[in-house]
T-cell receptor, first 113, second 114 residues
């Protein structure tokens, strides 16, 4: 099946720093989704990308759909303590997927005040 | 806004008990999903349903069953709970596969089996 490799696995940063994480796929995707999960809560959709090369922002978050369609990037600018959480990338599971997604393993973000 | 609700945020059960986890969505989504989440293992799909009374096994269906009698409701059943089913359970819903694959998640149920 399709696999997503997400990196880094974890990040420890100071408040105010910028953050970058990425996801690569073993096959071509037509959709990339980025989620954030805060401690004890369910994942929340941050950004959805549908076109190769697309660059989309949501406040301090910016995500890009890679030109090769096999990767995607998420950047957070000027991090704040409430950015803490796990960030997941996701894409269609492929085949007769009925809308199934395959998820990356997540990037655990810790922000020190 | 899409709303997915789960019947309990925290649940403690004993080994051998039958456990019901309920999920309700209010966006008329065709698809509904049950995942479990464990540290280091990410999100793993247990079962999903693409229509009323329709269900498909996910990656880890053993020890679980599901029921979808109404479009808005998807239940996960642990027939005889075991300690290795202690986990965070997440429900999600989405429109049927098309261009928009966005899944919307509930807040999760943290189940502890003693």
């Amino acid at each position: 099946g399709q696999q997503l490799n997400q990196s880094p696995q974890s990040m420890f940063i100071q408040e105010g720093e910028d953050v970058s994480m990425n996801c690569t796929s073993s096959s071509i995707f037509n959709t990339w989704l980025w989620y954030k999960q805060e401690p004890g809560e369910g994942p929340v959709l941050l950004i959805a990308l549908y076109k190769a090369g697309e660059l989309t922002s949501n406040g301090r978050l910016t995500a890009q759909f890679g030109i090769t369609r096999k990767d995607s990037f998420l950047n957070i600018s000027a991090s704040i303590p409430s950015d803490v959480g796990i960030y997941f990338c996701a894409g269609p599971a492929g085949g007769t997927s009925y809308g199934k997604l395959t998820f990356g393993q997540g990037t655990i973000l810790t922000v020190h005040p | 806004d899409v709303k997915v609700t789960q019947s309990s945020r925290y649940l403690v059960k004993r080994t051998g008990e039958k456990v019901f986890l309920e999920c309700v969505q209010d966006m008329d989504h065709e698809n509904m999903f049950w995942y479990r989440q464990d540290p280091g293992l990410g999100l793993r799909l247990i079962y999903f349903s693409y229509d009323v009374k329709m269900k498909e096994k996910g990656d880890i269906p053993e020890g679980y069953s599901v029921s979808r009698e109404k479009k808005e409701r998807f239940s996960l059943i642990l027939e005889s709970a075991s300690t290795n089913q202690t986990s965070m359970y997440l429900c999600a819903s989405s429109f049927r596969s098309g261009r928009r694959n966005e899944q919307f998640f509930g807040p999760g149920t943290r189940l502890t089996v003693l």
